[in-house]
């Protein structure tokens, strides 16, 4: 779980990467600083114990496409002249995310957990992984917020 942590501390750099090839303004000192950032990174997975290729071929592609999700709605906002606060932003884009990942959760992996496990619903569990998924995202538009120049 750690690793996968240091592999998304790239979200500013792929935010940033993406950001230029759509719109942005390419900033040298800015570059400098995402490279030091993938230096580090790179650094934490040359040394994880049981490094697994797909896996973090997979993370990587999770963090490009939500970096390009979040390029996205900035240019759809900013093209209709909307400007939102990360608070506003989640708020709209959460709703989004939970119907098009509880659909697929219904289907495929309910009934797994149904079957090969004593799953039951904790309303306290999921109020606090709500509250902390919450404040992730909250996080992360933040950080978005403020290194996009």
């Known amino acids: 779980m750690s690793f996968i942590q240091m592999l998304k501390a790239l979200m500013p750099v792929a935010v940033y990467s993406i950001g230029v090839i759509f719109k942005e303004t390419f900033k040298s000192e800015m570059m400098m600083n995402m490279i030091s950032i993938s230096i580090g990174v790179g650094v934490a997975a040359y040394g994880e114990a ?17 970096a390009t999700r979040l390029v996205m709605i ?10 939102l606060n990360p608070i506003t932003s989640l708020y709209y884009v959460a709703l989004c995310c939970l119907v098009f990942l509880f659909i697929p959760w219904v289907f495929a992996e309910f009934p797994f957990l149904k079957e090969t496990s004593s799953f039951h619903f904790d309303f306290l569990i999921f109020r606090t992984n709500s509250f902390c998924a919450f404040a992730l995202n909250l996080a992360v538009f933040l950080l978005v917020g403020k290194t996009q120049g």
């Open 74 to 83: 900035e240019i759809l906002l900013t093209s209709k002249g909307i400007t």
């Open 50 to 66: 049981k490094f697994d290729a797909w896996g973090v071929t997979l993370q990587l592609g999770a963090v490009a496409f939500k």
